[in-house]
Nanobody
Framework: QVQLVESGGGLVQAGGSLRLSCAASGRTSRIYGMGWFRQAPGKEREFVGDISRSGATYYADSVKGRFTISRDNAKNTVDLQMNSLKPEDTAVYYC???????????WGQGTQVTVSS
């Protein structure tokens, strides 16, 4: 089992920045990739970006160039640095862990990010 806890959400004005953090515990040695997803009200959950154990990252087109994912394998944490935030980035952001590539089995409780215009 893997447990994930997100932190760092909040309210920010458009153009501002926020940094989310996700701390993993449990059988962290089995984690291959860690990803961030988000879900806005009335919309389906969508992929934001992910990072492999080796540090390779991949981002959704909607956040590319604005968001950056980093990972500290020693501390079992993954961060999401969000810059140039837009109102459409408003959502609950979830951290997820995959034991095999692309298969996210473990999820955090989510943290709210609200971007005001």
């Amino acid at each position: 089992q893997v447990q994930l806890v997100e932190s760092g959400g909040g309210l920010v004005q458009a153009g501002g920045s926020l940094r989310l953090s996700c701390a993993a515990s449990g059988r962290t040695s089995r984690i291959y990739g860690m990803g961030w997803f988000r879900q806005a009200p009335g919309k389906e959950r969508e992929f934001v970006g992910d990072i492999s154990r080796s540090g390779a990252t991949y981002y959704a087109d909607s956040v590319k160039g604005r968001f950056t994912i980093s990972r500290d394998n020693a501390k079992n944490t993954v961060d999401l640095q969000m810059n140039s935030l837009k109102p459409e980035d408003t959502a609950v952001y979830y951290c997820a862990a995959a034991l095999v590539p692309g298969r996210y089995e473990y999820w955090g409780q989510g943290t709210q990010v609200t971007v005001s215009s």
